[in-house]
């Protein structure tokens, strides 16, 4: 299995991603938790991408291009893979198309969460009291909003229109989403 989840802030792709990886044996592979874990170290990376990520703003394509590339190359992806918060750009999406056409292979679905507004907000409050991440703050947030209306809203589009969008409810428990993304991946 070869596949995307996307979806906006607080859409619990992180959660789900972890779950249905381990599902089907497949790495999960986060963009977002690869940079927080360079800036939580403060390797290079890492002092490149903390500045940005604070504010909610994209890290530039070619720093994330290059970083997916040498992961898409590593030897756990041969079976497949559930890339989280990549690509978010039309320019990462035509860098994936690359990156999978040199390795011989595609995709074979997006998973696309659906959840309301007010319950996104609601939930990234709820985290950045949990976890307490630093891009989870009242203005970042919104940002962060804007950046994907803006920048990763229109890749839906362009995947329906590939074939490859599959569309869930992400509104309940863990457990029920789950459910739902598998029932929808297995049809
Ligand atoms: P996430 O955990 O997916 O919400 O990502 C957290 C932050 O990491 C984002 O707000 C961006 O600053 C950065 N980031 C993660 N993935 C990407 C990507 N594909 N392109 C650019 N920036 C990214």
């Known amino acids: 299995m070869r596949m995307l989840i996307m979806g906006p802030p607080g859409a619990g792709k992180g959660t789900q991603a972890k779950v249905i990886a381990e599902g089907f044996g497949i790495p999960e592979i986060s963009t977002g938790a690869i940079f927080r874990y360079n800036v939580a170290n403060q390797t290079e990376l890492g002092k490149i991408v903390s500045a940005i990520m604070e504010k909610g703003e994209l890290v530039p394509d070619s720093v994330t291009v290059d970083l997916i590339k040498d992961r898409l190359g590593q030897p756990d992806t041969d079976n497949g893979f559930l890339l989280d918060g990549f690509p978010r750009t039309l320019a990462q999406v035509d860098s994936l198309d690359e990156i999978l056409a040199s390795l011989d292979v595609e995709l074979d679905c997006v998973l696309s969460l659906i959840v309301d507004g007010e319950t996104l907000v609601a939930r990234m409050l709820k985290r950045a009291e949990i976890e307490g991440r630093a891009d989870d703050n009242e203005e970042t947030i919104r940002r962060r909003f804007e ?41």
């Open 147 to 187: 950046v994907y209306n803006a920048e990763t809203e229109p890749l839906l589009t362009l995947y329906r229109d590939r074939g490859l969008l599959v569309e869930v409810d992400g509104l309940g428990t863990v457990e029920e989403v789950n459910a739902r993304i598998v029932a929808a991946i297995k049809k």
